[in-house]
């Protein structure tokens, strides 16, 4: 009961999906159709998971006045708040996500507007920060790789300016001259000269051709985008989905049983 | 030496410092900015331009507000580019917590849209009202005449009556026109009631009129009888002129654009949307029968949807492409996040995706393609120089670094 | 605007400037935001869980149905309706796990379905989906009308062997095999150096969203406000 039957329910549900996607006639398709419904109404069962396990912990915390417990609180007040602006509204329009009029929402549509939607923005956001300062601190053109990995970067960037390619450029033909000239001076001759000259190069171009410059830069970016990187994008996604199926076959053979000892 | 040991251990504060002056002060003044559209933006606009009016779109609102900046602008673009083009919406999401920011967009294009073609829509009304008039007019004269002549002043009250009934009717739908000017659908509605409760009324009235003179004159009641006919079809030609001033100039929720909620699972959903919709949307978001939503009455599965657009910040346009796409031949465009879109080139190789919009930038081009500047190319002067920002942080960390290095190797 | 959206818009830029103040320090005023955030998320899922799922999916369903056996007597729709019990049991079952490991292994069936399911789907899917179309499009002619095609349909079909082998063969990559993965190599960078390029744009553009809000909905909003009272 406790291991045998859900390998055997995993076993049938997967052979039984397999089995109508090659023969989707009837009485499979309709009976697949069941599945799949019954499938999303127990997507709505486990939205609600994760709510008791929270209202225990603040609860507890807040009833032994623990340390913090004023921010449990908070979480509390947010919850329950919430979900009585959403029962509120949803008996007074028939929905909760009632948009009244465009300047007067309902209370769940208000809450959401200018509480969730501030609070969740601004927590992504903060992640433009925490980017820039690991491109100062990490990103560092110390060997082939790397530089590679910068210089598809930068013109990447470069290529979704509307404004500044040409100081942008020039800046990343200055990085490229300063990487070869570091590396002559640590009498790597070769990749040195290289690089420097690829700075240079790239630089006096720009200088010269400023016009075009601007015009080929989103174009540059385009074609790395849709060829190198697509090419190694879809290598990797080849692996992965060899992967994936290869689960999904352990899955629904019952070797692979991890979602079962995880309760 | 002192400086750049300074430079590498900055204190990260005064990169964010930084990076709030490049992102605030471009912001505070209008650069205009010439935009270049990149191939799979503009794939992405043929691919809705090209519909023929009344197609349905279905936009999958894939994101929520961590990728509002970006994704918004998009399904702004998208939803006013599709009203202009008489497309039909089918809104529906596979996030919960994004779903109000796609209704908030498509209720607000609908409403802009509605605003823009308030005069023509009035003066359409107007119009037909006016028009209704000038023939009611007519016959009261004719009727009046004919009274007169078969000496019948009974039935020259009921026929005032049935007037005075269209007058009203008139006036009951011009207030509901100042009502209701945000939420076109009640106010279909009322006006539909309005036309409903006068036709009742009229038949009700008819019947009385005839009662009244039936023994009295044959000649009598064939004129009113004829002048009944006319009446209906003038009727109805009024009520169908208000139809079809509604349909060029109205974005009607039921009608023009449908918001079918959030189910959970998205798999589960998208495989089986290809059987019927209706499986697992049975009510819409505000618990309206779908069977009952105009709209809807034709649209069953994904042979009846032109173009699918999502609109995400995850794996999503990915499960669209991978079941929708392949297993029911949806055309599908994406609408993603910078995150994502590079992910998603090689389905654009593949050509399993029509189009790709990603970021703010890929958003900034469709706005520029429908010629309307939106949040995406205001913010695109602050991206530019957040961008130069980073680029010089990278650039001077390395040279730093550099030098770090050669000192390095000199002491030794 | 009204006093509600006015309201609305000075709470959300006080909540946006206490995560902004996160950039100094920790500070209590982030905490309570960050607190706050947990509590109305979990509700919302609440809600959603209870309108698109139990209410839509379930109880109107439900209704529709008998109310059409009652006036028709149809033993489709009184079928229609009774097997909801089903899945509405097998989500009770699911809940167990509130209840701790003595009953909570029984959410183990519920989980085993839709596990099962999705596994069924996701080979199907991924074949069809995924590895059929994305193996065809690789493999290209060599011979296009222009000079960049032909470099671009080379290079795609090198830059995909080359990385799937880079990353996929577990043997050591020497001779011919290291030769090919160092190619692989070289794609793979110019692949993560387009995605850190893109994931900058991400993140600004985020960063621009929430200080578009401070200074036109909330600065400017506020003093168009009080402009249109006077």
Known sequence: MKRTLPLVITFLAGVF????????????????????????????????????????????????????????????????????????????????????????????????????????????ALLAFFIASAAYRAFRARTFDATLLLVAAILVMIGRLSMGVIPATLVLAVLLTAAGIHRLLIRKPVFGAVLAAAGVSLGALVLAFPQDAIRLAPQVQEWLMSVPQTAARRGILIGVTLGTIAMSIRIILGIERTYISST | MKFIKWLTNIDRRIIFLLMIVAVLVPMLFTIPIPFEVGEPVQNAFNAIDSLKPGSVIMLSVDYDATSYPECQPMIVAITDHAFRKDLRIILLGHIPTGLPLGQEALERAAAEYNQSHKAEYKQAVKRAGEELKRHTAGYQEALKSAAAEFDQ?????????????????????????????????EYWEAVKYAGEEFNRHAAGHRKLLEGGVREKDPGYVRILKRAAAEYDKHITGYQNDLGRAADQYLKRYGIDFVNLGYRPGVVAIIVGMGREIRDFYHKDYQNINVDSLHMMDDVHNYDDIATLV???????????????????????????????????YPYLQSGQLAGLLGGLKGASEYESLIKKKGLASRGM??????????????????MAEFALDLYKRRGT | MNLPTLLGIWIAATLTIAILSFLYRDNPLYKFAEHLYVGVSAAYWVI???????????????????????????????????????????????????????????????????????????????????????????????????????????????????????????????????????????????????????????????????????????IVGTVDFFKALL
């Open chain 2, 153 to 185: 002043e009974y039935t020259i009250r009921h026929q005032e009556t049935l007037d005075s009934l269209v007058s009203d009717y008139l006036e009951k739908v011009d207030s509901a026109a100042v009502k209701f000017q945000k939420h076109t659908f």
């Open chain 3, 48 to 218: 959603f869980a209870a309108k698109f799922t139990m209410q839509d999916m379930l109880v109107s369903v439900f209704a529709d149905n008998w109310r059409q056996f009652l006036e028709t007597g149809s033993a489709t729709a009184f079928w229609e309706a009774w097997i909801l019990v089903i899945p509405t049991a097998l989500g009770f079952l699911m809940l167990t796990r509130w209840f701790g490991p003595k009953v909570g292994w029984l959410s183990r069936w519920p989980i085993a379905f839709t596990i099962g399911l999705g596994a069924g789907l996701g080979i199907t899917g991924s074949i069809q989906g995924i590895l059929l179309p994305q193996v065809q499009a690789t493999i290209l002619p060599l011979w296009t009308p222009d000079l960049w095609g032909i470099v671009a349909n080379i290079l795609l079909f090198a830059g995909v062997i080359s990385s799937i082998i880079y990353f996929y063969f577990s043997r050591p990559h020497k001779g011919l095999l290291g030769g090919v993965s160092r190619v692989g190599i070289t794609f793979i960078m110019v692949s993560f150096g387009a995605a850190f390029g893109y994931t900058v744009m991400s993140r600004v553009s985020l960063l621009i969203g929430r200080l578009y809000f401070l200074v036109y909905d909330w």
């Open chain 1, 17 to 124: 999906v397999v089995v109508t996607f090659f023969i989707p006639r009837e009485p499979f398709g309709s009976l697949e159709q069941r599945m799949l419904v019954w499938a999303s109404i127990l997507g709505g069962f486990t939205l609600l998971l994760g709510i008791d396990s929270l209202i225990k912990h603040h609860g507890r915390k807040l009833a032994r006045g623990e340390k913090d417990w004023f921010y449990s609180l908070v979480t509390l007040v947010g919850l329950f708040g919430t979900l009585a602006a959403g029962i509120v509204t949803w008996v007074k329009y028939g929905t909760p996500l009632e948009l009244a009029s465009l300047d007067k929402v309902g209370g769940f549509f208000w809450v959401y507007k200018w509480i969730m939607v501030p609070l969740q923005g601004t927590m992504f």
């Open chain 2, 310 to 344: 999502s609109f995400a910040h995850g794996t999503a346009v990915e499960s669209w492409i991978a079941y929708a796409g392949a297993r029911f031949g949806q055309q599908i465009i994406g609408g993603v996040t910078g995150v994502v879109a590079p992910d998603l």
């Open chain 2, 381 to 398: 002067p602050a991206q530019s120089t957040a961008h130069i920002l980073v680029i010089l942080l990278i650039v001077i960390g390395s």
